[in-house]
C-alpha cells in the first residue's frame, strides 16, 4: 500500500507490498545483515583499539623502522611490510601473465565443453588447502629454489622467491577463473566485426577483446593479490621468518633469495602465544593484524570499485569459486540468435587474412605460449594432487581411517580428526545458513540499488579478508573475551562467517536469474512480499544455497588458520561434550603441526596420507557441487 | 527460520559442561615422552587426556597461568617475569629427565672436518661477526644458522650458555625454526647450516651433533655420561608444570611419569631419566 516504506530492486518491483510496514522475513533480514556487517565493523574496530597502546609507544616508528625485537620491546615493522609486497609482487609476476595467458586459451580457442573442462579442473583445484601447497612447498619448492640458484650463496631454500612463487601457483586459479569470465563478457559481435575488419583471430582477441575486459582483468589480478597478501600458513612454512631482514641491493635478485617475514607469516608463528598478557606486545601484534586488514581492504575495495558500478544487486563475482554463470548468461542471452548465425557464417569461411610471414609467425608464436600457460597451470596442479595421492597412498587403509592417533602421530589413524573437521563444517553450516539467506533476500529483496551496491561492498570485504585475522579475531574474543578457551564452536562459527559471502553471492546470483513470471504470478494469487520469499524465492534459488554452501564447505574444510588458535589442538580431543574448554582435532592443524615436528620417520607417510584424506573431502565437497554448476553453464549457453 | 531453531537446539544441548578432562599444552620436546604416557593412561584408565605444543615451553607456561590447562610442559625452569605474568599462580615444577641441546650440523659441514665450537665461537656467529666455516675449522661456505624460535626452551638453553642469562643475549634476526622437526629437516637440506637442537634428534646420518671445546681445550660430546654428570654445558631439565602441588588427575598422571615404566618412555624418546641423573651423581 504504502509503498515508499517498502524499498525494492527493479529485480522485484513486481513483488506486491505489504500489508504491514514489518514482517517476521524482514526482521530476519536485517538481524542477518546486522550480525555481518557488524562482524566486518566490529574486527576493524577490536584490531584498531587494541593496536593504540604499540602506537603511543612507537609512534610512527611502529611502520617506519626496522627493528622488530620484542624481548627489547622493540616493534618496528618495516621489514613485515616491505616481506608482504615482494612476496605478493612475486607471485603477481609470475601468476599473472600465465592467467592471463591461459584465460585467453580458454575463452578464445577452445570450444564450448573444453572450456567448460579446464575451468572446472580449474576451479576444483582452487580449493586445495594453503596448508597442503604448504607441505608441497617444504618437500618440493625450497629444495628446487635452493638447487635452482646455487651460485648466489643462498642462505637456505626458504626464501622470499620461494614464498612468491608458492603463492602464485595458490593464486593462479582466481587470476584464470575470473580473466576468463570478463573475456567471455565482451560480446561475441565484438570480435566478429574486427574479424570483419580484416584482423587475424589472435589480433581480435588483443586489440578488441582484451582491452574491453580490462577492468575485469585488472579486478581478477587485484583479487587474486588481495589472497596473496594474506596467506599465512603456506607462506609461514617456506618463507624462513627472518626479522628485520630488510632488502639491501633493492634492484638485483638478491633480495629475492633472501629470508624474511610477511605480516601473515608473523600472525601464524609463536609469538602470538607469548604476546598475550602483554599489553604492548600484544598491541603490536594485533597491530600487523590491522595493517594486513587495512592493505587487503584497500585492493579488494579497488577490485570492487572497478567492476561495480552498474550491476546492482550483487557484487560482481569475488569468489573464486562463485558460480560464473551470470555475466555470460546476460551477453549471450541478448543477442544470442543473430550472433550465432554471423558466428556459423563467419567460421564457414576460409581466414579472412593474408599476414606477412613475420606477422604469422609472431602470432603461432604467441597462441603457443598462451597454450603453453594453460598447460602450465593445469599440469602444475594435477602434478599436486598426484604426487600428495602418490605419497599418501601407502598410509591410507581403513585403519587409518578408523583409529586414533597413536605414538605421537607416527602410528594409528586419524579418526578424530575426520570427525572433528567433519564437526567444526557442519556447525560452520548451521551457522552460515540463516545468515547467508537473510543477507541474500536484504540484497535482492529488500534494499534499493545503492544500499544494496553497500552491501556488496561489505560482503566483498569479508571475502577478501584474510583468513589468519578470522583466527585473531577469535582468540580475542571467544577463547579470551568469552572464555572459551579452545572450544569447536568458535572454530564453527568463525568458518561460517568465513563462508557467508560465497554462499550470498551463488543465493543471489540464483535469485537475479528467476524469471519475473514467476513472482507476478504469485502476486497475482495475491502473496504477501514474506510469502512470495519463502514459497517462490527460496524454493526457486535453492540451486543457488546447495552449491554455494558446498563450495563454502571445501574452503572452510581445508582452514587452518582460523581454527589453529581458536578450536583445534594436536592430540587426545574426542567428541566434544560442552562448548567451554572443548576442542576437537581437525586434518588441517595435524597437517601442520605434523609438517614441522614429527619425530619418527614412518610419520612422513601418515603425514601425506592425512593430506590427500583432506584433499578427498575438499573434492568431494566441490565435486558434490558440480552437476548443479554445470547445469547453470549449459543454462547460460543454451539461453 | 527452521535452522535458526536447530541452531539454538544445539546451542541448548551444549550447554558448558565442564567434564574431567586433562588438558596438557607446552614443550615439543616433553611432549615426546608425555604423549605416549597419556596414551597409556588413556587405555589403561580411561582418563580424558588433551596435549597440545602450542607456542612450545612459554606456551606451555603461559597456558598454566591463563588457567586454561592444568599440566604444562616446560623444558626451562620458571622465571621471575612469569611470576610477575601471573602473580596468582603458585608453579610447581616437577622434574621428569634430563635433555641436551646440541649445536647441530648439515653433512657436509661435518664432512669439513668441523667435530667441535667453543663458547665464544658460538657467540661470535650468533651476533654475526663469523660468518663463514673456515673461520671455525671448515670448508669455506656461508654459515647457515637457524636460530630457534622466541619461547622454545632450546634457545633458552642456548642463550643461557652462551650469554649466562638468557636476558643477555642480543638482538639477532635470524631466519628461524620452530618445531624440532622443522629443525632437523632445513638443517638436513642446507648446506654449511647450524642450528640448536635437541640432541637425541641428530640421527648422526642427516644431521651431526658437534662438541662444545670447553676452556680446558676438551671436546665435550652430548652423551649421557656427559650430560648426567653436567660435564656437557647445554643440558636442560624437562618439567612438568602444574599450580599447587600436583592433585586429581593431574596427580595420576604426573605420578605415572615418575613411575618405572614412564621413566621408561622418558628414555626411550632419548631423554635421561631421573635415575641416570643420580646413579652418575651431580
Redesign the interface.
Known amino acids: 500500500m504504502n509503498s515508499p516504506a517498502v524499498p525494492i530492486t527493479d529485480t522485484y518491483s513486481v513483488v506486491a507490498p505489504d500489508r504491514r510496514r514489518w514482517s517476521?522475513t524482514l526482521v530476519?533480514s536485517v538481524i542477518g545483515t546486522a550480525v555481518t556487517a557488524g562482524f566486518v565493523v566490529g574486527m576493524v574496530a577490536l584490531f584498531a583499539w587494541q593496536t593504540l597502546p604499540v602506537l603511543s609507544h612507537s609512534g610512527l616508528g611502529y611502520v617506519t623502522s626496522n627493528?622488530?625485537?620484542?624481548?627489547?620491546q622493540?616493534f618496528g615493522a618495516l621489514s613485515m611490510i616491505v616481506g608482504t609486497l615482494l612476496v605478493s609482487a612475486v607471485a603477481l609476476c609470475v601468476a599473472a601473465p600465465v592467467g592471463i595467458g591461459a584465460a585467453i586459451i580458454t575463452s578464445e580457442f577452445l570450444p564450448g565443453r573444453a572450456r567448460l573442462m579446464v575451468k572446472i579442473v580449474i576451479e576444483l583445484l582452487a580449493g586445495i588447502p594453503s596448508v597442503v601447497y604448504g607441505l608441497v612447498g617444504?618437500l618440493y619448492l625450497?629444495?628446487f629454489v635452493?638447487d635452482t640458484f646455487e651460485s648466489f650463496?643462498l642462505?637456505?631454500?626458504?626464501t622470499i622467491l620461494t614464498a612468491g612463487l608458492l603463492l602464485a601457483v595458490m593464486i593462479l586459479p582466481t587470476v584464470m577463473t575470473l580473466s576468463d569470465d570478463a573475456l567471455r563478457a565482451v560480446p561475441a559481435l565484438q570480435r566478429q566485426a574486427a574479424r570483419g575488419l580484416g584482423l587475424s583471430r589472435l589480433s581480435a582477441v588483443m586489440h578488441v577483446a582484451l582491452p574491453q575486459a580490462r577492468i575485469g582483468v585488472i579486478a581478477a589480478v587485484l583479487l587474486a593479490l588481495g589472497r596473496a597478501l594474506g596467506e599465512a600458513i603456506a607462506v609461514f612454512l617456506v618463507v624462513?621468518?627472518?626479522?628485520?631482514?630488510l632488502p639491501t641491493q633493492p634492484f638485483t635478485l638478491r633480495p629475492l633469495l633472501e629470508?624474511g617475514q610477511t605480516l601473515a607469516s608473523k600472525l601464524g608463528?609463536?609469538?602470538?602465544?607469548?604476546a598475550?598478557?602483554?599489553p604492548l606486545h600484544w598491541a603490536a601484534v594485533v597491530g600487523l593484524g590491522l595493517m594486513l586488514l587495512v592493505m587487503v581492504g584497500t585492493v579488494t575495495l579497488l577490485a570492487a570499485a572497478l567492476t561495480s558500478p552498474k550491476s546492482a544487486a550483487s557484487p560482481p563475482q569475488p569468489v573464486e569459486n562463485a558460480p560464473k554463470h551470470a555475466r555470460p548468461t546476460k551477453t549471450h542471452s541478448t543477442k544470442g540468435t543473430s550472433d550465432a548465425l554471423l558466428t556459423a557464417r563467419l567460421a564457414q569461411e576460409p581466414a579472412v587474412t593474408r599476414l606477412p610471414k613475420r606477422r604469422k609467425w609472431l602470432e603461432r608464436f604467441s597462441i603457443g605460449s598462451f597454450a603453453a600457460c594453460t598447460l602450465l597451470a593445469t599440469g602444475v596442479m594435477l602434478a599436486m594432487i598426484l604426487a600428495i595421492f602418490y605419497r599418501g597412498s601407502s598410509a591410507l587403509s581403513l585403519r587409518f581411517f578408523t583409529e586414533q592417533i597413536?605414538?605421537?602421530g607416527a602410528d594409528g589413524g586419524i579418526f578424530f580428526n575426520i570427525i572433528g573437521t567433519l564437526l567444526l563444517i557442519t556447525?560452520a553450516l548451521?551457522?552460515c545458513?540463516?545468515i547467508a539467506v537473510a543477507v541474500a533476500l536484504m540484497q535482492s529483496v529488500y534494499l534499493r540499488e545503492r544500499a544494496a551496491r553497500g552491501l556488496g561492498m561489505v560482503l566483498y570485504l569479508l571475502n577478501g579478508t584474510p583468513s589468519i585475522l578470522f583466527g585473531l579475531f577469535g582468540l580475542v574474543v571467544f577463547v579470551k573475551f568469552l572464555g572459551w578457551?579452545?572450544s569447536w564452536?568458535a572454530g564453527g562459527i568463525l568458518l561460517g562467517l568465513m563462508m557467508i559471502p560465497i554462499v550470498t553471492v551463488a543465493l543471489v546470483e540464483r535469485m537475479k536469474a528467476l524469471p519475473k513470471k514467476y513472482i507476478e504470478a504469485a502476486r497475482g494469487l495475491g502473496l504477501s512480499k514474506s510469502q512470495t520469499v519463502w514459497s517462490v524465492i527460496i524454493p526457486q534459488s535453492r540451486a543457488g544455497l546447495v552449491t554455494g554452501s558446498l563450495l563454502g564447505l571445501a574452503r572452510a574444510a581445508g582452514e587452518t588458520a582460523p581454527i589453529?588458535?581458536t578450536a583445534t589442538?594436536?592430540?587426545?580431543?574426542?567428541f566434544?561434550?560442552?562448548?567451554?574448554?572443548s576442542?576437537v582435532l581437525s586434518l588441517p592443524y595435524h597437517i601442520f603441526?605434523?609438517?614441522?615436528?614429527?619425530?619418527d620417520p614412518r610419520?612422513g607417510e601418515k603425514l601425506w596420507g592425512t593430506a590427500a584424506a583432506l584433499l578427498m573431502i575438499v573434492m568431494l565437497l566441490s565435486l558434490i557441487a558440480l552437476p548443479v554448476r554445470l547445469r547453470i553453464h549449459e543454462e547460460a549457453v543454451s539461453a | 527460520m527452521r535452522t535458526w531453531m536447530t541452531f539454538g537446539a544445539i546451542l541448548a544441548i551444549a550447554a558448558p559442561v565442564l567434564a574431567d578432562i586433562l588438558k596438557i599444552n607446552g614443550s615439543t620436546t616433553v611432549n615426546l615422552p608425555t604423549a605416549e604416557a597419556a596414551e597409556i593412561l588413556r587405555a589403561e584408565k580411561a582418563m580424558t587426556i588433551q596435549i597440545d605444543t602450542q607456542g612450545g615451553s612459554a606456551g606451555g607456561i603461559s597456558a598454566l597461568g591463563d588457567g586454561q590447562v592444568q599440566i604444562g610442559m616446560s623444558s626451562k625452569h620458571i622465571t621471575e617475569q612469569d611470576k610477575l605474568k601471573y602473580p596468582s599462580v603458585d608453579f610447581v615444577e616437577t622434574h621428569i629427565g634430563e635433555d641436551a641441546v646440541a649445536m647441530i650440523v648439515s653433512k657436509d659441514v661435518w664432512e669439513a672436518g668441523v667435530r667441535s665450537l667453543t663458547r665464544e665461537q658460538l657467540a661470535d656467529i650468533y651476533e654475526g661477526k663469523i660468518t663463514n666455516w673456515k673461520d671455525v675449522g671448515g670448508a669455506d661456505r656461508r654459515i647457515a644458522f637457524f636460530n630457534k624460535e622466541p619461547g622454545r626452551g632450546t634457545w633458552e638453553v642456548f642463550a643461557h650458555f652462551v650469554y649466562g642469562n638468557a636476558r643477555k643475549a642480543p638482538p639477532v634476526s635470524f631466519p628461524e625454526v620452530g618445531g624440532n622437526e622443522e629443525a632437523r629437516n632445513k638443517v638436513a637440506g642446507t648446506r654449511g647450516a647450524l642450528s640448536q637442537l635437541s640432541s637425541n634428534w641428530a640421527d648422526g646420518k642427516q644431521v651431526f651433533a658437534l662438541s662444545i671445546k670447553n676452556d680446558a681445550g676438551e671436546e665435550v660430546a652430548p652423551l649421557a655420561a656427559n650430560i648426567a654428570n653436567r660435564k656437557y654445558p647445554m643440558s636442560r631439565p624437562l618439567f612438568l608444570l602444574t599450580n599447587g602441588a600436583p592433585s586429581g588427575d593431574a596427580k595420576v598422571f604426573i605420578d605415572f611419569v615418575l613411575s618405572p615404566r614412564g621413566q621408561e618412555l622418558v628414555r626411550k624418546h632419548g631423554y635421561l631419566s631421573l635415575d641416570q641423573m643420580v646413579v652418575d651423581g651431580k
Not at chain 1, 589442538?569 to 574426542?574: L, S
Open positions: 517476521y530476519f627493528n622488530w625485537h620484542y624481548r627489547q622493540m617444504i625450497r629444495t635452493y650463496d642462505h637456505s631454500g626458504d624462513g621468518r627472518q626479522d628485520n631482514n629470508s608463528g609463536a609469538e602470538i602465544n607469548i598475550y598478557g602483554d597413536k605414538l605421537v556447525t548451521c551457522v545458513t540463516p578457551g579452545k564452536l589453529m588458535f589442538i594436536f592430540a587426545g580431543a574426542m566434544p561434550r560442552g562448548i567451554v574448554e576442542p603441526i605434523l609438517a614441522q615436528d614429527s619425530f610419520v
